[in-house]
């Protein structure tokens, strides 16, 4: 089968650095990490009661595993800084508009119940 | 054979990326799923601030909202029919999207040391763990349109315990109190719900599709020929994310 890769040719687009196998050790960590922090999140959500500080713990949760899943899984831990810059700099304006807009949102509810 | 040259020997004459070199080490490819995949950051972020914003609009006190309580809708469980399980469905969803989600890296991890049978061994795991998710997926969706829930409307609102609390700390006379014990909560809930979790499981179809197309490449031995098995890890990086919006659909989702 012909794709529309032939060796030789459209190099610029076809070159693949080389890479080397890193052993499944991390790979392994991360799943015993992600696996232990959805336990985790598992119990507290039956053992404490609700809160903004348990919703704090559960966001806070949340971005361990990302960071995990992002960092191990998808290997940006181990790609060229410049990259993770470009992939992870433009979230910044994604935590903006949370900010904006939960505030947008709380007046709404004022608003309505006026 | 001619095919078996790798493509690295040529790169060095060639003007790669017009700089003459990758401007990332990573290959063309890998970068735009990249690229691609920040976009579809933003597409998720979009859907999930709108929810943020829909659930602000609806709390009255820090931890009293009219927003229904997840923990008292999406608590079945299948083959244990009225008894109260709430979280436990979603758990074991989450435990299988991780669990594919380390059969993919295991078979990227499998693919740099180019073993063929280890490749399509772990694609088929993952393969089976998208399908499986995507089954939970169904009945959880089923369960809940079973209940009531529509994309123009809900069933679900807060308990008449619930109710009382608002009326004590003053909510307005916005708020329809129904008949029984229950309210009709606002309609966002359900139509958050099917859109997100819906885009969402379009993402999980999606990613198996492409983890079949990518099966069937590695067992006719498209990868073994072109000498790298980069197309692996391009699919894995598509599927990682779709475990990572996972994530924060759990958590804002269910948790909260």
């Not at chain 1, 052993?23 to 009661?49: A, H, N, R, S």
């Not at chain 1, 433009?90 to 006026?114: Q, R, W």
């Not at chain 2, 078996?4 to 003459?20: K, L, M, R, V, Y």
């Amino acid at each position: 089968m012909e794709f529309y890769t032939k060796p030789g040719e459209y190099d610029a687009i076809n070159y693949v650095p080389h890479t080397e196998s890193h052993g499944t050790k991390e790979l392994w960590k991360t799943f015993w990490l992600l696996l232990g922090i959805t336990v985790l999140d598992f119990v507290i959500y039956f053992v404490m009661p609700a809160s903004g500080f348990r919703n704090f713990i559960f966001i806070f949760f949340g971005l361990v595993k990302a960071y995990y899943i992002v960092g191990a899984f998808m290997h940006l831990k181990h790609e060229k800084i410049n990259l993770a810059l470009v992939i992870l700099v433009p979230m910044i304006f994604v935590l903006g508009l949370i900010s904006g807009l939960l505030y947008e949102g709380s007046a709404l509810e004022v608003m309505k119940s006026m | 054979m001619a095919n078996h040259t790798s493509t690295q020997a040529s790169f060095e004459n060639q003007p790669t990326w017009a700089g003459g070199r990758s401007p990332f080490n990573v290959s063309y490819g890998k970068l735009m799923m990249w690229i691609f995949l920040l976009s579809d950051a933003f597409t998720f972020s979009s859907l999930l601030v709108q929810y943020g914003t829909q659930r602000f609009s609806n709390v009255v006190t820090p931890i009293t909202t009219k927003w229904p309580d997840p923990a008292s809708i999406f608590n079945h469980f299948p083959l244990m029919h009225g008894l109260h399980l709430p979280l436990l469905f979603v758990s074991v969803m989450t435990f299988i999207l991780i669990l594919s989600s380390v059969t993919m890296v295991l078979a990227v991890e499998a693919g740099h040391r180019k073993s063929k049978a280890e490749v399509s061994r772990y694609m088929v795991y993952t393969i089976i763990g998208g399908v499986a998710f995507l089954s939970c997926q169904a009945w959880e969706w089923y369960t809940f349109i079973h209940e009531g829930a529509r994309l123009d409307g809900n069933t679900f609102g807060i308990t008449k315990q619930g109710y009382d609390h608002l009326k004590s700390v003053g909510f307005g006379s916005h708020f329809e109190w129904a008949d029984g014990d229950r309210t009709f909560g606002p309609v966002p809930f359900a139509a958050l719900f099917f859109i997100v979790t819906g885009f969402h499981g379009f993402h999980v179809f999606s990613g198996v599709v492409i983890n079949v197309v990518v099966y069937i490449m590695t067992v006719r031995g498209v990868f073994e020929r072109r000498g790298h098995y980069e197309m692996i890890e391009k699919a894995g990086l598509y599927w990682h994310f779709v475990d990572l919006v996972w994530v924060f659909v759990f958590t804002f989702f269910y948790l909260i």
